[in-house]
């Protein structure tokens, strides 16, 4: 999926620096950039961007304020990245909603990671995953996931009533693109955690549990004919590997038993 952006920057090196290492990311679409808060602030309700980078100083200005005049405008701010040499100010930000401090120069790996909170980010605000093909764009709302298998370098997506979608993407590709409500258990596997019904850490495993879609057929004749038919449900047992265990342990068993 596509997101629009924007720079906020009065350094011109930075500027460039910044737009040399988004170049390989290419479901990012740049609409513009910003020398001021004035400008950035217009830019911003022009462009309406998904997501803003921004530099902390801007001259004598501030990029906090720039923050707090775009909250007179946005009952939900755009996702922030803010840019800095300056780690001092990475508790202000904390404080003031933004998502991610990069440090300046830019690193790659480091770049990366922010965009890799983007995307959770931007997921935790959908309801569903689009993923498209030469045949189009594929629509997949995240409570019909039931768990995601990688074949390689592909995944089959297992959903609801029996049904499954092959896609052309790794399992660490949909993994960034999902919400944490999916949870990895094993390099192969990827999980709703809705559809967990037990967890085995001795034995390794996870019970899925969810209906087919498939009409079970009572064929008690004292049933009532309202009792007569009903979703079967199905169990999947999914493993969980051995350097995952802790993750499923701290991802699901948040509440100690009393």
């Not at 290492?21 to 679409?29: F, G, R």
């Not at 217009?42 to 803003?52: T, V």
């Not at 909250?71 to 800095?84: A, E, S």
């Not at 690193?107 to 995307?119: I, R, V």
């Amino acid at each position: 999926m596509n997101h629009n952006y924007i720079i906020i920057e009065d350094q011109k090196g930075a500027l460039e620096n910044l737009q040399i290492a988004l170049e390989p990311h290419t479901n990012l679409v740049f609409k513009g950039t910003a020398e001021n808060i004035k400008e950035g602030l217009s830019l911003c309700l022009k462009q309406k961007p998904n997501l803003i980078f921004l530099d902390v100083e801007l001259g004598q200005e501030i990029g906090f304020d720039l923050i707090n005049e775009l909250r007179l405008f946005y009952n939900t701010l755009p996702f922030i990245i803010m840019t800095t040499a300056h780690d001092h100010y990475a508790k202000q930000a904390v404080n003031n909603d933004v998502l991610y401090f990069l440090s300046k120069p830019i690193d790659n790996d480091e770049l990366q990671k922010a965009l890799t909170k983007f995307e959770k980010a931007q997921a935790e605000q959908r309801n569903h995953l689009v993923i498209k093909d030469k045949n189009g764009h594929t629509l997949m709302h995240y409570e019909d996931i039931i768990y995601i298998e990688a074949q390689s370098n592909y995944c089959d997506i297992h959903l609801k009533f029996g049904k499954k979608n092959t896609v052309s993407k790794t399992l660490k590709e949909l993994e960034n693109l999902l919400p944490n409500t999916f949870l990895r258990t094993h390099k192969s596997y990827l999980v709703n955690t809705i559809y967990i019904e037990k967890v085995n850490t001795t034995q390794k495993q996870i019970t899925l549990n969810t209906k087919t879609g498939v009409i079970e057929v009572s064929i008690d004749a004292h049933t009532k004919i309202e009792e007569q038919l009903k979703l079967k449900a199905t169990e999947t047992i999914i493993p969980i590997g051995e350097s995952y265990i802790e993750l499923v342990k701290n991802a699901l068993f948040i509440y100690k038993t009393v």
